[in-house]
């Protein structure tokens, strides 16, 4: 899979933000509420305009107090419509704004966890994280503020240019001679903008990854004395960025300057030019005060939309990246009409010569012709060297990947035959290094098992020989345990990654044996509760402890992909072939972690 094309000439036009308007629908009364509150404030800045002349024209130039009262009562209605209407309207669409938003990073961060682990190969999760966070703040703004100054600046406009035309048609023409030479820079600079913005988002991303990467290793950063390194290496993705958001900044700052100057300078020469027909009788001062507010009401207009116009822009390329990511289609889908398993099944596994090869290692058969069965209850030892296929078993049996030749059964049904979600409900995974939540021990336990009730928790805990050392802690299963279970010692976070299993109670469980060292107690409390748990179930096991491999039902030697050899611990080391070799490595070093 490849990683997403962010090259300017792949770039797609304004209308990549129609996909965002889709989750505007569901709300759209809400949407609709906020028009009609656009139209009234509109509407009503302006009648502010006919009010200013009617004051002037009527009231002060007629010298007549009770005009100028009934005009001035007429303004502060305007007014008080005006505040209402912008109350509501400011409401309704930010309110909008934020449920959009909100569903956006619902759908994209769900749309996310179901992507195979191939996406992730090649796609760093800073930079994903990054379109959940940023890009989606660019959505907000746009549909939560932009979109509504958009709006309301073009009815503006277009009243204020109709009005134009009817208080005084000469004028009117000497501003139209300055629309193109507000449109034309808009356009030109609009085009950089639009190039430094989505640059700009691509730097943040980096800066997002490079923190992201570093801060969940932060632990090797220090042992390493790498802290000044890595905060030079962050600080110079920070003064790209900032290199490249100064570029943006500059383009938008000379299209909003450039056109405030061509704008008002249209409108200084419209009132010096109206002031000597005011002189000469051709028009009243109140006509003339209507049409410089008119007149400044349509360039303000002009010169936000200006402003406006570069939201959009950064907006099309936030755009542009979420709605690739959701395109995004995961490698391995739920086929059409999917078989099932049996209600109780037995856990017998299959492998078929299967061949393989990792996305990002195409040169590399990660497993070669391969073919084991596994009778139902059976444990298995797989060991073999690093890079003999061993895990590659694993991730094709959850069906993280489907192999290019061959068939995995699993109670004799192909599993490329069956939903995936279902398929993996039946299966426990350990893994080396068991994931720790930042929640509580409970929550932690109760992943295996969501519905799973307290008691239920509690003596897959038991059973798991966690207990204990559980209600130790200062909130027994209410500890919060912190990013990556930091609170707890490697053989406890074990012990709780086997209460889970436990907790799911699955007929086939997959387990990769950590291969740190623990002291004599914690060992032999974490082989308490591994025997437990292998209890009654199919069992692969990546061994890394001589114990483990010696109480297996078989042994399986895996190397380059293939499996080499098959039997028990004594016929192995009888054999005096790989196993026996890496057996040799364990015996001589003293270690429990040479089988693997």
Same mark, same amino acid.
């Given at each position: 899979?490849?990683?997403?094309?962010?090259?300017?000439?792949?770039?797609?036009?304004?209308?990549?933000?129609?996909?965002?308007?889709?989750?505007?629908?569901?709300?759209?009364?809400?949407?609709?509420?906020?028009?009609?509150?656009?139209?009234?404030?509109?509407?009503?800045?302006?009648?502010?305009?006919?009010?200013?002349?009617?004051?002037?024209?009527?009231?002060?130039?007629?010298? %007549?107090?009770?005009?100028?009262?009934?005009?001035?009562?007429?303004?502060?209605?305007?007014?008080?419509?005006?505040?209402?209407?912008?109350?509501?309207?400011?409401?309704?669409?930010?309110?909008?704004?934020?449920?959009?938003?909100?569903?956006?990073?619902?759908?994209?961060?769900?749309?996310?966890?179901?992507?195979?682990?191939? !996406?992730?190969?090649?796609?760093?999760?800073?930079?994903?994280?990054?379109?959940?966070?940023?890009?989606?703040?660019?959505?907000?703004?746009?549909?939560?503020?932009?979109?509504?100054? /958009?709006?309301? %600046?073009?009815?503006? !406009?277009?009243?204020?240019?109709?009005?134009?035309?009817?208080?005084?048609?000469?004028?009117?023409?000497?501003?139209?001679?300055?629309?193109?030479?507000?449109?034309?820079?808009? +356009?030109?600079?609009?085009?950089?903008?639009?190039?430094?913005?989505?640059?700009? @988002?691509?730097?943040?991303?980096?800066?997002?990854?490079?923190?992201?990467?570093?801060? %969940?290793? +932060?632990?090797?950063?220090?042992?390493?004395?790498?802290?000044?390194?890595?905060?030079?290496?962050?600080?110079?993705?920070?003064?790209?960025?900032?290199?490249?958001?100064?570029?943006?900044?500059? /383009?938008?700052?000379?299209?909003?300057?450039?056109?405030?100057?061509?704008? !008002?300078?249209?409108?200084?020469?419209?009132?010096? &030019? #109206?002031?000597?027909?005011?002189?000469?009788?051709?028009?009243?001062? $109140?006509?003339?005060?209507?049409?410089?507010?008119?007149?400044? &009401?349509? /360039?303000?207009?002009?010169?936000?939309?200006?402003?406006?116009?570069?939201?959009?822009?950064?907006?099309?390329?936030?755009?542009?990246?979420?709605?690739?990511?959701?395109?995004?289609?995961?490698?391995?889908?739920?086929?059409?009409?999917?078989? @099932?398993?049996?209600?109780?099944?037995? #856990?017998?596994?299959?492998?078929?010569?299967?061949?393989?090869?990792?996305?990002?290692?195409?040169?590399?058969?990660?497993?070669?012709?391969?073919?084991?069965?596994?009778?139902?209850?059976?444990?298995? =030892?797989?060991?073999?060297?690093?890079?003999?296929?061993?895990?590659?078993?694993?991730?094709?049996?959850?069906?993280?990947?489907?192999?290019?030749?061959?068939?995995?059964?699993?109670? $004799?049904?192909?599993?490329?035959?069956?939903?995936?979600?279902?398929?993996?409900?039946?299966?426990?995974?350990?893994?080396?290094?068991? *994931? +720790?939540? $930042?929640?509580? *021990?409970?929550? %932690?336990?109760?992943?295996?098992?969501?519905?799973?009730?307290?008691?239920?928790?509690?003596?897959?805990?038991?059973?798991?020989?966690?207990?204990?050392?559980? @209600?130790?802690?200062?909130?027994?299963?209410?500890?919060?345990?912190?990013?990556?279970?930091?609170?707890?010692?490697?053989?406890?976070?074990?012990?709780? =990654?086997?209460?889970? =299993?436990?907790?799911?109670?699955?007929?086939?469980?997959?387990?990769?044996?950590?291969?740190?060292?623990?002291?004599?107690?914690?060992?032999?409390?974490?082989?308490?509760?591994?025997?437990?748990?292998?209890?009654?179930?199919?069992?692969?096991?990546?061994?890394?402890?001589?114990?483990?491999?010696?109480?297996?039902?078989?042994?399986?030697?895996?190397?380059?992909?293939?499996?080499?050899?098959?039997?028990?611990?004594?016929?192995?080391?009888?054999?005096?072939?790989?196993?026996?070799?890496?057996?040799?490595? @364990?015996?001589?070093?003293?270690?429990?972690?040479? =089988?693997?």
């Amino acid at each position: 899979m490849q990683r997403t094309d962010t090259s300017d000439s792949k770039r797609p036009p304004i209308s990549a933000l129609k996909h965002v308007f889709r989750f505007v629908a569901p709300y759209r009364w809400m949407a609709v509420g906020a028009t009609v509150a656009l139209v009234v404030t509109s509407g009503a800045m302006l009648m502010i305009g006919q009010a200013i002349r009617r004051v002037i024209d009527a009231g002060f130039g007629a010298g %007549n107090g009770d005009y100028l009262d009934l005009y001035f009562g007429a303004l502060f209605g305007v007014v008080v419509i005006l505040a209402f209407g912008t109350f509501a309207r400011f409401y309704c669409v930010t309110w909008v704004g934020e449920r959009v938003v909100a569903d956006i990073r619902k759908a994209v961060y769900g749309h996310v966890m179901k992507l195979s682990p191939a !996406f992730f190969e090649t796609t760093r999760s800073g930079e994903v994280l990054s379109r959940l966070t940023t890009d989606t703040e660019l959505i907000q703004t746009l549909v939560g503020s932009s979109i509504s100054v /958009a709006l309301r %600046n073009m009815l503006l !406009f277009l009243g204020s240019a109709g009005l134009l035309i009817v208080t005084s048609p000469r004028l009117t023409l000497l501003v139209a001679l300055v629309i193109p030479l507000v449109v034309l820079p808009i +356009i030109v600079l609009g085009r950089r903008l639009r190039k430094l913005s989505r640059e700009s @988002q691509d730097r943040i991303a980096d800066l997002s990854a490079r923190a992201g990467e570093t801060l %969940n290793a +932060i632990t090797t950063v220090q042992a390493y004395t790498y802290e000044f390194r890595e905060g030079e290496r962050f600080g110079q993705h920070a003064e790209d960025a900032f290199r490249t958001a100064v570029r943006r900044i500059r /383009a938008r700052a000379w299209l909003t300057a450039l056109v405030m100057l061509l704008v !008002f300078g249209a409108v200084n020469a419209v009132m010096w &030019i #109206g002031g000597k027909a005011v002189f000469a009788g051709e028009m009243s001062a $109140g006509e003339l005060s209507a049409f410089v507010f008119y007149a400044i &009401i349509g /360039a303000s207009s002009v010169g936000s939309l200006s402003e406006t116009w570069g939201d959009v822009q950064r907006a099309a390329g936030a755009a542009e990246r979420l709605m690739q990511l959701l395109a995004t289609e995961p490698l391995i889908r739920a086929p059409a009409e999917p078989q @099932q398993l049996p209600a109780q099944p037995s #856990g017998r596994l299959q492998f078929g010569a299967v061949r393989f090869h990792y996305p990002a290692r195409p040169q590399t058969a990660a497993l070669d012709d391969l073919s084991l069965d596994i009778d139902a209850g059976e444990t298995v =030892a797989i060991v073999g060297p690093s890079g003999a296929g061993k895990t590659t078993l694993f991730q094709l049996l959850l069906r993280f990947y489907d192999p290019e030749s061959g068939a995995i059964r699993f109670d $004799g049904i192909d599993i490329a035959q069956l939903d995936p979600v279902s398929l993996r409900q039946h299966i426990g995974l350990v893994a080396q290094e068991p *994931v +720790i939540f $930042g929640a509580t *021990v409970a929550e %932690n336990i109760r992943y295996g098992r969501p519905e799973a009730s307290d008691t239920d928790v509690q003596a897959a805990a038991e059973a798991a020989a966690a207990h204990g050392f559980i @209600q130790a802690l200062p909130q027994g299963y209410d500890t919060y345990l912190g990013e990556r279970g930091v609170r707890l010692s490697g053989g406890q976070r074990q012990r709780i =990654a086997i209460a889970r =299993a436990l907790l799911r109670d699955p007929p086939v469980l997959l387990l990769d044996e950590a291969t740190s060292s623990l002291d004599a107690e914690s060992e032999r409390k974490l082989q308490t509760a591994l025997e437990r748990l292998m209890q009654g179930r199919t069992t692969l096991v990546i061994a890394h402890r001589l114990a483990t491999v010696q109480k297996a039902d078989r042994i399986v030697v895996m190397d380059a992909g293939r499996i080499v050899a098959s039997g028990r611990h004594d016929s192995l080391m009888a054999e005096d072939g790989l196993y026996a070799r890496l057996a040799r490595l @364990q015996f001589m070093s003293g270690k429990t972690d040479a =089988a693997a």
